[in-house]
């Protein structure tokens, strides 16, 4: 079935270094979203990506949808201890249902 | 800023007992779903509800599993018997749209019931 892989699965940072994870899909995906969830939280949406190739940027975080529409990734520029926690992408499998990675978990290293 | 909300946040049962999970999804949102994680993993699909009656279900949505809305704001999730794998933290979600081909309509959670099977 549609399987949607997420490297790494951790990431252990200094704060101020930068941080990327990266989602590769089975299938070509009409859209990926991205969510993040704090420890102890629950997933909050981040962005969508829709079109082949598009960038979008949300202050320090750029999210990048591939041109094949089956990757994506997520980088933060100068990690802060408010971005800890684990980010997740995640794609359609039907018109009712998300297919999720498994989420890469930053750390930052005290 | 609307949010689904969630009920209990936390529940200790025995095995083989039934629990019952609550949901309020945003007032006007159409599509509800309930999703699971094991402690450290990721999100799991369990089910979709859209016009009062399950759009999808995942295999881990077997016959121990059941949905309902029972009024015009509840969004319940049953376990009949539950079993020590079914530990996990439940999250509710709703969107207006589905997510379909045309683009994902954004799926806002609820804090999560954390179900804890002895």
């Known amino acids: 079935g549609q399987q949607v892989m997420q490297i790494p699965q951790y990431q252990h940072v200094q704060e101020g270094e930068d941080f990327t994870t990266y989602c590769n899909s089975s299938?070509?995906?009409?859209?990926i979203q991205w969510y993040k969830q704090r420890p102890g939280g629950h997933p909050v949406f981040l962005i969508q990506l829709v079109k082949s190739g598009e960038v979008k940027k949300q202050k320090r975080l750029t999210f990048q949808f591939g041109e094949a529409k089956k990757n994506s990734s997520l980088h933060i520029t100068a990690t802060q201890t408010t971005d800890v926690g684990t980010y997740f992408c995640a794609g359609p499998g039907s018109n009712y249902q998300l297919i999720w990675g498994a989420g890469t978990k930053l750390i930052i290293k005290p | 800023e609307p949010e689904v909300t969630q009920t209990p946040s936390h529940q200790v049962t025995q095995m083989g007992q039934e629990v019952i999970l609550r949901c309020v999804p945003i007032?006007?949102?159409?599509?509800f779903y309930w999703y699971r994680q094991i402690l450290g993993q990721k999100v799991e699909f369990l089910v979709s509800f859209y016009n009062n009656e399950i759009s999808e279900k995942s295999e881990i949505f077997d016959d121990q599993f059941s949905v309902e809305r029972p009024d015009g704001s509840n969004f319940t999730l049953k376990i009949r018997s539950t079993k020590l794998e079914d530990s996990a933290m439940y999250f509710c979600?709703?969107?207006?749209?589905?997510?379909?081909?045309?683009?994902?309509?954004?799926?806002?959670f609820g804090a999560g019931s954390r179900l804890t099977v002895l």
């Open positions: 007032s006007n949102h159409l599509y």
């Open positions: 979600a709703s969107n207006q749209r589905g997510q379909g081909a045309n683009g994902a309509n954004v799926l806002t």
């Open positions: 299938t070509t995906l009409s859209n």
